[in-house]
């Protein structure tokens, strides 16, 4: 493409040099039938200018990355470590910002140990177990099975002591309702003999020792006095057991019966109230067994498709919870989300931010383009992609670069009432020395209309 600006001033030298030639050096090479005069030649040449420069687009615009971002956190709070600075190259999934979030930290560190625990549990699962673990189960079951054998004596324990004590409140009550019910005529009538008996043998010794004690002959009355004696306490005895078979049992002799039968009733209840606990005993013992047999046949035959499956699940939902755990620390992070330069810092560390609140401008500044900030709506329509420009910028004011748009906005923008139209140019040989931001001019030659 020709230089714009370079054909412009060879337009206008060489009309005013041709004028200047065909008037004053040789005015006989006009022809002589048309002789125009000097004012219709100077006003074909800026006719001719006036075409040329209807047939330029000026634009201004910026120089920026192609791709670029402002940045925010999702999460408000104070800002603890700012690792970069600007100007600095950083690659993608690089720390930027980190707000303060120890709780959110902490359970990332708790929810990655959960998945290290899980997945070492699952690799031991399929590795099949030891010796001395299969030795340990088995002596697990053993342990088991002696508890359930002590469990099922102490019920048995449980259950012979209520029925010992039944047994002890039936007695009781046959006692007291003996006493209660008082002596039979059959109990009468032999207290009643034995009183008879009792004074028979009285008088029997009575005249016995009467006999002797006179006699001067008899040596010595002793055993005729102690014969006395017996038949003596005999009578009362005998007299003692009528008076209790014919007046019956006594209110506190019924009292002291009534509070045996409470007492064994009591006893019957305590036994009785420990056979639950007894039974839930052994329901746990035997459930102890189960599950130590079980375990020593998981440790025998390995691992089932059922045991994997869950430790599978265990090791998918400690992941989940760690990535739960980590997208709750990244809302409080700001990372490089593609590779670029820190273009500016928003932000000092200990200042206090906001959700959304920008913090970090970031591009890639190693591939930028020029995008137009006021193509006019009427300039617009005269462009298309691939089209050739020139850029300069007021940087480098005496170079000029080729240029290539490669998109048109499909959409205006408007700025102070003015309707524009942002393009996007590209500029493969781009001096280094140009920065992210600076102006630039972008000249489009068109055909004229």
Known sequence: MKRVWIV???????????????????????????EPSAEDAGVGSAEQVDTELDSVIWASGKLLPIVWANLAPLQGGIVQTL?????DWVESGDLLVQLENPAAISQVDISAATVAEAEAAHAKLLS?????EIAAAEAGVATAEAQVSLAAGRLLETQKNVEFYEVEVQ???????????????????????????????????????????????IGSTLLEALQLEQATKSLKAAQAEFAVATQGATEQQLAVARSRIQEALSRVSVAASQIPAAEAGVLSAQAALSSAQANLRRHKEGASPE????????????????????????????????????????????????????????????????ETTDLRETDVVQLRSGQEVEVTFDSLPDQIFDGIITHIAP??????????????????????????????????LVSPQ
């Open 128 to 132: 099949g177990a030891s010796e001395a």
């Open 307 to 370: 045991d994997i499956a869950v430790s599978l699940a265990r090791i998918g939902t400690a992941k989940a919870q760690l990535a739960s755990a980590q997208a709750h620390v990244s809302q409080s992070q700001i990372v490089a989300p593609f590779s670029g330069q820190v273009g500016a810092l928003l932000v000092r560390s200990g200042e206090l931010v906001a959700a959304g609140q920008v913090l970090v401008l970031l591009g890639d500044a190693g591939s930028m383009h020029v």
């Open 83 to 87: 690792p970069v600075k600007e100007g």
């Open 171 to 217: 007695i009781a009550r046959e006692l007291h309702d003996e006493l209660a019910a008082g002596p039979t005529r059959a109990e009468r009538a032999a207290a009643a003999a034995r009183v008879e008996v009792a004074q028979a043998a009285l008088d029997h010794a009575q005249a016995a020792y009467n006999a002797v004690r006179g006699d001067p002959t």
């Open 411 to 444: 959409v205006s923008t408007s700025d102070r009432g003015s309707t524009n139209f942002t393009v996007h140019v590209d500029i493969p040989q781009l001096d280094e020395n140009l920065r992210w931001g600076m102006t630039a001019f972008v000249n489009i």
């Open 8 to 34: 412009l001033g060879l337009i206008v030298i060489l009309a005013a040099g041709g004028w200047a030639y065909v008037t004053y050096v040789d005015p006989s090479i006009l022809p002589q039938t048309s």
